[in-house]
């Protein structure tokens, strides 16, 4: 007997039966469920359909011409139980949260890999889209199908320039500005006078810094950049390579509350996760924590944006070695502590000695609760400020001015810091997973 709830057309491939007069015109399509009853073999009706079919979402069921040329189809993918799974969820609460996203590309890879179907970065736009137009609220990535591939540029010192996203930009160089030029240069001013004379001369100097081959080769020419209120003329230049670029230190106090509280449910590290407890059971806080506050927080960071990135070394007999950098390794490229100078000096001496690079990096003299002193380090300059969102405020924009590469072990930190705090994007941003969709979430208030 047939079924009385009501359920959509369903199809299976079938051997052709002699003498069954098969349907052509859609309207005369009939169900597999009224086929099996009209041949009296309705009791196979559960070994050939699934008793629970699974839905797909309301949203987009459309399957456009472009999806059946690339061979792969998304609806197809979350036909099986899992992707069900996936659907309901969707359903329930109108967005994907980390597992469920996580599982939805395991079933994606694991159906390419099963159908041997070669990725390719058409087809990766592809599921992109396709993902996009089933489950809206997802952004378009195809960085999250599509292996990660290596970074173009290889990691230099910081004595080389590297290719950034402005210094393909020119700027109209001001007029009559040769005495200004040689009082700069030759330090005949006053340090408001140089501050006036700094802005006067902007983009002349940013064409100088975008036709530079290396750090060392602006510093010279222009030395003011070392002097004590140096960070004053980084922030001048910066001002004229975003002047439309968010005021993180007048503003940042809410976004920085939307970050720890995605910190709270998205860090899986069990040292982070101990580190975050210890700072949230505090009942009444001291001033030292709540001004320590910022400083977890962008800490605690690099376990929200674990390291993916590896690194191949040949030693000396030729041998390959891939080293997989950790949360320690990404922590220590943004910020380390040193309980002395002394302590920093030798730190910076041993980098130099083992030939590794030198980005811009914070250096706390104390603790976290206690910083006596919060230096940022850049080409052999020291440029002491007073909190760490300044630190990190000045340490972003030496990055941009300078055309340097982020460090590789913290680049996802780094690149989320551009984009959630200073609302930077350009099309040279890296790829990292999960980033985009974290700042979608805390922008939206997912």
Same mark, same amino acid.
């Given at each position: 007997m047939q079924d009385e709830e009501s359920h959509e057309f369903e199809y299976i491939d079938i051997p052709t #039966?002699? !003498?069954?007069s098969y349907p052509i015109? /859609?309207?005369?399509?009939? $169900?597999? *469920?009224? =086929? &099996?009853n009209e041949w009296g073999l309705s009791c196979l009706r559960k070994t050939c359909l699934t008793s629970n079919p699974v839905s797909l979402p309301?949203?987009?069921k459309d399957i456009l011409i472009s999806d059946l040329l690339s061979g792969f189809e998304l609806f /197809?993918? &979350?036909?099986? *139980? $899992? !992707? !069900?799974m996936i659907t309901e969820y969707y359903k329930s609460h109108n967005s994907l949260n980390d597992n469920i996203r996580t599982l939805l590309v395991e079933l994606i890879i694991q159906h390419l890999i099963s159908n041997k179907i070669v990725m390719s970065v058409a087809l990766a736009e592809n599921i992109a889209n396709q993902v996009q137009r089933i489950f809206p609220s997802e952004l378009k990535t195809s960085g999250l199908i599509t292996k990660k591939t290596n970074d173009r540029q290889m990691f230099k010192s910081s004595n080389i320039k590297l290719f950034s996203q402005w210094d393909s930009n020119n700027y109209e160089p001001e007029e009559d500005i040769n005495l200004v030029l040689n009082q700069i240069r030759h330090d005949n001013c006053s340090l408001p006078e140089l501050e006036r004379h700094w802005s006067a001369t902007v983009n002349y100097r940013l064409n100088t810094i975008k036709n530079a081959t290396s750090t060392q080769e602006i510093i010279k020419e222009w030395p003011s950049y070392m002097i004590p209120i140096g960070y004053k003329l980084i922030d001048i230049d910066f001002k004229a390579l975003y002047p439309n670029c968010f005021n993180v230190l007048g503003n940042y106090e809410l976004k &920085?509350?939307?970050?720890f509280g995605a910190l709270m449910t998205k860090i899986k590290d069990y040292n982070s996760r101990s580190m975050l407890k210890s700072l949230t059971d505090i009942e009444n806080p001291s001033e030292n924590v709540k001004q320590a506050v910022p400083f977890f927080t962008f800490y605690l960071l690099h376990s929200m944006f674990v390291p993916t990135s590896k690194k191949v070394t040949i030693d000396d007999r030729g041998k390959?070695? #891939?080293?997989?950098?950790?949360i320690k390794d990404s922590q220590n490229a943004f910020m380390v502590f040193c309980s002395t100078v002394t302590m920093v000096e030798e730190y910076i001496t041993n980098r130099n000695q083992l030939k590794l690079p030198i980005h811009p990096f914070i250096i706390i003299i104390g603790t976290s609760l206690e910083p006596r002193e919060i230096i940022v380090y850049f080409d052999s300059i020291k440029f002491k400020v007073f909190t760490v969102i300044r630190a990190i405020d000045l340490c972003f924009k030496i990055f941009q001015l300078f055309n340097l590469k982020y460090p590789i072990q913290s680049g996802a930190v780094w690149h989320f810091i551009q984009k959630y705090l200073y609302s930077i994007k350009t099309k040279f941003d890296k790829s990292y997973p999960? =980033?985009?969709q974290i700042i979608y979430d805390l922008e939206n208030n997912v």
């Open positions: #039966i002699p !003498g069954y015109d /859609d309207d005369k399509v009939q $169900s597999i *469920t009224d =086929l &099996l309301s949203c987009s /197809d993918v &979350l036909k099986c *139980t $899992s !992707g !069900g &920085l509350e939307k970050i390959k070695n #891939i080293i997989k950098f950790s999960n =980033l985009n």
